[in-house]
C-alpha cells in the first residue's frame, strides 16, 4: 500500500510543476510581447520639404526666345532657401529641367533654422531649357529633400533677370 500512495504523491508533484511552468512561461511571454510594443518608436509624420523650406529672391541669367518675352531659355538660376521648420541636415535640391551633374548639385550639410543660404544652380551651355512665362514668373522647377523633410517638388518663380545677349 505505501507504493501507491508514493506514485500519487509524485503524480500530483508533476502535475503541480507542470502548472507553474504553464503559468511562469504564459507570464514572460506576455512580459516580453508588451515590452516589443512599447519600445517601437512612435515616429511622427515629417513636413515636406515645400512646407520646411522658405524659397525667395529668384533670379535668373536669361535668353528671349520670343520677341514678347513670353518664353525664354535659362542659363542659370539663383534663389535663397532658409530653413524655416528647423534645423535641416543633408540638403539636397535637384534641378529637374536643363542639365547639370549630379556632383553639381546644390548640397548643404546643415541649414539652421531660419538661416538662408543662397542656391546657384548653373547649367551646361548645351542643355539649357525653355519656360514660358506664367502668371506669378517663369517657372523653374526643382525637388528638396533633407533628412528632416520628405523630398518635394517645388517650383521657383523667376520674377527678376539678368537678359544674355548671345
Not at 515629417?46 to 518675352?69: G, H, M, V
Given at each position: 500500500?505505501?507504493?501507491?500512495?508514493?506514485?500519487?504523491?509524485?503524480?500530483?508533484k508533476w502535475g503541480r510543476t507542470i502548472g507553474i511552468l504553464s503559468v511562469v512561461t504564459i507570464m514572460i511571454?506576455?512580459?516580453?510581447?508588451?515590452?516589443?510594443?512599447?519600445?517601437?518608436?512612435?515616429?511622427?509624420?515629417?513636413?515636406?520639404?515645400?512646407?520646411?523650406?522658405?524659397?525667395?529672391?529668384?533670379?535668373?541669367?536669361?535668353?528671349?526666345?520670343?520677341?514678347?518675352?513670353?518664353?525664354i531659355t535659362v542659363s542659370e538660376v539663383y534663389f535663397n532657401i532658409t530653413a524655416v521648420g528647423g534645423n535641416?541636415?543633408?540638403?539636397?535640391?535637384?534641378?529637374?529641367?536643363?542639365?547639370i551633374p549630379t556632383g553639381r548639385y546644390p548640397y548643404f550639410d546643415e541649414i539652421l533654422q531660419n538661416q538662408?543660404?543662397?542656391?546657384?544652380?548653373?547649367?551646361?551651355?548645351?542643355?539649357?531649357?525653355?519656360?514660358?512665362?506664367?502668371?506669378?514668373?517663369?517657372?523653374?522647377?526643382?525637388?528638396?529633400?533633407?533628412?528632416?523633410?520628405?523630398?518635394?517638388?517645388?517650383?521657383?518663380?523667376?520674377?527678376?533677370?539678368?537678359?544674355?545677349?548671345?
Open positions: 500500500m505505501a507504493k501507491k500512495v508514493n506514485m500519487r504523491r509524485k503524480k500530483r511571454v506576455i512580459v516580453t510581447l508588451s515590452e516589443l510594443y512599447q519600445s517601437e518608436p512612435q515616429s511622427t509624420p515629417k513636413e515636406t520639404a515645400d512646407e520646411y523650406f522658405r524659397f525667395s529672391d529668384a533670379q535668373a541669367l536669361i535668353t528671349a526666345e520670343t520677341p514678347d518675352n513670353k518664353s535641416a541636415n543633408s540638403v539636397l535640391v535637384s534641378p529637374t529641367q536643363g542639365y538662408t543660404k543662397p542656391i546657384d544652380v548653373l547649367y551646361n551651355y548645351s542643355a539649357v531649357f525653355s519656360t514660358k512665362k506664367g502668371d506669378k514668373g517663369y517657372p523653374v522647377y526643382f525637388y528638396v529633400e533633407c533628412e528632416e523633410a520628405t523630398r518635394a517638388f517645388i517650383t521657383i518663380y523667376i520674377t527678376a533677370a539678368w537678359w544674355s545677349l548671345y
